[in-house]
T-cell receptor, first 111, second 116 residues
Framework: LAKTTQPISMDSYEGQEVNITCSHNNIATNDYITWYQQFPSQGPRFIIQGYKTKVTNEVASLFIPADRKSSTLSLPRVSLSDTAVYYCLVGLTGGGNKLTFGTGTQLKVEL | GAVVSQHPSRVICKSGTSVKIECRSLDFQATTMFWYRQFPKQSLMLMATSNEGSKATYEQGVEKDKFLINHASLTLSTLTVTSAHPEDSSFYIC????????????FGQGTRLTVV
């Protein structure tokens, strides 16, 4: 399973765009990149998933360069409620493939 | 989106007793579910993979006789912490996803276990 490296923590202010970069140098050809958000005492919540280039949904964008050795989660105009831990996961998708969590990034958004 | 329901959300038990945690996929079938444990300020640690109709696969260092997993149907997996001790106090989270490719995993809301 590809190992991921993320910043331990990031600080931002309301209304700012936040970009969290994850390194995954040994990503395999069939691996997908998935980001999850976790609030204290809750299970992780899916944010976005991608394989290459750019993916956008209603809450975030995911940028993946051609070599796929890193990815960047972009949160536009964050608010206080975006304060959470964000995990980058790399691996095969599909029912039987397990997800291994790295350390995650603690994002703190202030006024 | 798909929902995974976990019950109970909190449980306090005495040392030496056993506790059962249920994980249900409410609107999809899950041949595989995963159980995680999370200590304060730490990441999720995968404990085991629960396979419907067969034995669970445990990660290295996880005692299978202590953490009993049963996946009796395509929508239900249970984790039983046997002879619980204070060091078993933790946040337990289950996860499931459908059988199709490229589907994201959905997580339960977690169970806070406190052993006194």
């Amino acid at each position: 399973l590809a190992k991921t490296t993320q910043p331990i923590s990031m600080d931002s202010y309301e209304g700012q765009e936040v970009n969290i970069t994850c390194s995954h140098n040994n990503i395999a050809t069939n691996d997908y990149i998935t980001w999850y958000q976790q609030f204290p005492s809750q299970g992780p919540r899916f944010i976005i998933q991608g394989y290459k280039t750019k993916v956008t949904n209603e809450v975030a964008s995911l940028f993946i360069p051609a070599d796929r050795k890193s990815s960047t989660l972009s949160l536009p105009r964050v608010s206080l409620s975006d304060t959470a831990v964000y995990y980058c996961l790399v691996g095969l998708t599909g029912g039987g493939n397990k997800l291994t969590f790295g350390t995650g990034t603690q994002l703190k958004v202030e006024l | 989106g798909a929902v995974v329901s976990q019950h109970p959300s909190r449980v306090i038990c005495k040392s030496g007793t056993s506790v059962k945690i249920e994980c249900r996929s409410l609107d999809f079938q899950a041949t595989t579910m995963f159980w995680y444990r999370q200590f304060p300020k730490q990441s999720l640690m995968l404990m085991a993979t629960s396979n419907e109709g067969s034995k669970a696969t445990y990660e290295q260092g996880v005692e299978k006789d202590k953490f009993l997993i049963n996946h009796a149907s395509l929508t239900l997996s249970t984790l039983t912490v046997t002879s619980a001790h204070p060091e078993d106090s933790s946040f337990y989270i289950c996860s499931a996803r459908g059988t199709q490719k490229n589907t994201e995993a959905f997580f339960g809301q977690g169970t806070r276990l406190t052993v006194v």
